[in-house]
């Protein structure tokens, strides 16, 4: 089992800059594929990146791609989105979410039900 809990979120002004943190607990989560995801009010959950096991892979939303990096430090049990240039549509709650599996080749999974364990989300709002 595995506990996430996020960090980071708060009220930022567009074009503002935050960094969320995702800290894992439980047992170690150095073999797992991390990914972050979002959900605006009133939308339904939404893909924003994800970074293998090894840090060397990420793959992104088109909405957030140039704008945020994802990136993990296995030693902290520590996964980061840092986000830049934030617009005002990207205010959501940002959840955290590990995946257990292992894939064939260079696939890095971005569909929600593809993640076993999940934060209990942090705000992020962008004001105008």
């Known amino acids: 089992q595995v506990q996430l809990v996020e960090s980071g979120g708060g009220l930022v002004q567009a074009g503002g800059s935050l960094r969320l943190s995702c800290t894992a607990s439980?047992?170690?989560?150095?073999?797992?594929?991390m990914g972050w995801f979002r959900q605006a009010p009133g939308k339904e959950q939404e893909f924003v990146a994800s970074?293998?096991?090894?840090?060397?892979?990420?793959v992104y939303a088109d909405s957030v791609k140039g704008r945020c990096t994802i990136s993990r430090d296995n030693a902290k049990n520590t996964v980061y989105l840092q986000m830049n240039s934030l617009k005002p549509e990207d205010t959501a709650v940002y959840y955290c979410a590990a995946d257990r599996s292992t894939y064939p080749g260079s696939y890095i999974p971005r569909r929600k039900y593809e993640y076993d364990y999940w934060g209990q989300g942090t705000q992020v709002t962008v004001s105008s």
């Open positions: 970074i293998i096991w090894s840090g060397g892979s990420t």
């Open positions: 439980g047992r170690s989560f150095s073999g797992y594929t």
